[in-house]
């Protein structure tokens, strides 16, 4: 009976190995999101399934977990909707805190490949209003979002250096004794 039961989550890894292979709702080589981890999926295994993580490190999850949870395959999306936040002096002028939807959208008309959806002052952060830039990246591949992401900053840093805005960073000071 022990030998059972000790043997029923290597079953279950089985069955659900089973189960994806079937179902095949992402192949080896897709880029996939399952349990909050995003990735390159690199093998499925009778136990386990694995996961090369965009920052770089092999995730390995069992098979009833990757069988039950909703995963995103991102390998034929034609885009990929991001969202950055930045944040801008709460001594801002009002006049500039309205306008910046329009001036941010107006910075990333240049940056190929993205189309932005929207721009909006989201909350009050707790050294700067915060807003959240929405928006499309033309591609499937994680490299080519994160370079995206990278012209986005750039653009928005220059943008506002143009206007005259600033975006805050926290300063901690360190009392060595």
Known sequence: MAIVLGAQPQMKNLLAAV??????????GDIVEINGVTGE???IGLRSTVIRALSGEQVTMCN????????????DAERQSLAIEIGVDCNTPDEQVRSLPRVIKSALKLVQRVVVQEVYFKTFGDFALIFEIRFDVLSNDAAEAREAKGEIHKAINERMKKENINMPVPIRTIIAG
């Open 64 to 75: 009833t977990s990757v069988a039950s949870a909703m995963a995103l395959n991102f390998t």
């Open 19 to 28: 189960a994806i292979l079937f179902d095949q709702p992402f192949q080896i």
């Open 41 to 43: 999926l690199e093998s």
